[in-house]
């Protein structure tokens, strides 16, 4: 399953998915991994992954989740939670409603995560 299977019939998901997709592009090489859950990028770990939280979650929820593996725990007020699934490893989520949400903040983020990744 591709990137589009992943997100068939929900063209605002898939967009905001792009948009993700390209601000990684713009940092550097690396892997995206597509599940029956999410979208994963990836370089020797991975850093990042998309997922449409209406696939598991119930209720109205926002399009499309951004979730960013750091080293640290980041205080950012956007993020929608933040857990430490192991030791020294958090797991940032950041829900996202709109291509353009996918700004220079975000990508600082991503940025980071990509080179912890490598």
């Known amino acids: 399953m591709g990137e589009a299977g992943l997100f068939a ?6 967009a905001i998915h792009r948009a993700v997709r390209a601000a990684v592009e713009a940092i550097g090489e690396a892997e995206v991994r597509v599940t029956k859950s999410q979208a994963g990028f990836r370089r020797r770990r991975p850093f990042a992954a998309t997922w449409r939280p209406g696939q598991h979650l119930r209720g109205r ?12 725990r980041d205080d950012w007020p956007r993020w929608k939670e933040v857990v430490e699934p192991r030791p020294g490893r958090f797991t940032h989520h950041l829900e996202l409603n709109a291509p353009q949400e996918v700004d220079a903040e975000v990508r600082e983020r991503l940025a980071e995560a990509w080179r ?3």
């Open 9 to 14: 019939g929900h063209p605002l998901s898939l």
């Open 116 to 118: 912890e990744a490598g």
């Open 61 to 72: 929820g926002a399009p499309l989740v951004l979730s960013v593996y750091l080293r640290r």
